[in-house]
């Protein structure tokens, strides 16, 4: 069990928006296991259902580079966003992503490739900026989609140059029709993953475990309302018809055309161009995701100082 210490409950109410007291509580109760007091707090309703942990603090670039019926993403990161906007970062950023097609999702094999403007490998060429820029630069990721007949369209949000942003994405569309106006579906479809975050493709493609938490915390919000089993079972299965469409990108509302789903918009390709069009696949990468920038505590730093 561990400890529920001020610095775990500062951390549940960041990442939850619950009081402190309720926070505390929450851990008490739950042997200070962060993900459990997460859910206790949503079924009292203290708590958002989506409130996510922490803040993407990492700074760098995403590169985007299509290719046809393929196409990828690459995070490059630094130590502040003042270099992600200097010309040699975002050269070099522009270059590995031109490499990584070949990588094809692979970002060891990505970092052994030769750049060809200074001949060094991926990683070498990095550790070469590093003594130009002054700040710590590091190839973090690389993700890769394709289709045997279709396209890989592509959206960059927050774009700092051609192809180069905070937000990356990548969608698959395959078909056998018009390959440019499968590119223009195709980036309507990405700048909505931009906005709306999917968690899955399709409802099967989602994990069946997050239904089943989903699943767990509203039927006990439902049965704290004192109505009878069967009109909670009914109020638990709408909760789980929202959930999917907030979570799954077929089902969701398109931001394009709120008039229709993302599915209807695919149905819409196919009509049109006389041919089957399937929404295969996408990838959606926001830069410093997973990452945490440290937090200066400027009281705790001036009370070492004082002390030292």
Known sequence: MAQVTPALVKQLREQSGAGMMDCKKALEENGGDIEAATD??????LAAAAKKAGRVAAEGLIGLALEGPKGVLVEVNSETD????????QSLVREVTALALSAEGDVEKLKTLTIPSSGLPVEQAAQQAIGVIGENITVRRTSYLAVQEGVVA????????PGLGK??????????????????????IAMHVAAANPQALDIASIDPT????ERAIF????????????????????????????AVLLEQVFVVDTDKRVKQVVEAAA??????????GFIRLALGE???KEEQDLASEVAKLTQG
Request: no cysteine.
């Open 210 to 213: 997050l239904v089943d938490r």
């Open 167 to 188: 937000i990356g994405v990548l969608v698959a569309l395959q078909s056998k029709g018009d390959p440019a106006r499968l590119a223009e579906v195709g980036k309507q």
């Open 40 to 45: 206790w707090l949503r079924k009292k309703g």
């Open 219 to 246: 039927a006990d919000q439902a049965k704290a309302s004192g109505k009878p089993d069967n009109i909670v079972e009914k109020m638990v299965e709408g909760r789980i018809r929202k959930f999917y469409e907030e």
């Open 290 to 292: 997973g990452l945490a």
């Open 271 to 280: 009509k049109e161009l006389g041919t089957p069009v399937a929404l295969v």
């Open 154 to 161: 592509g959206y960059m949000h927050s774009q700092a140059a």
């Open 82 to 89: 003042f270099v992600a906007r200097n010309e040699t970062f």
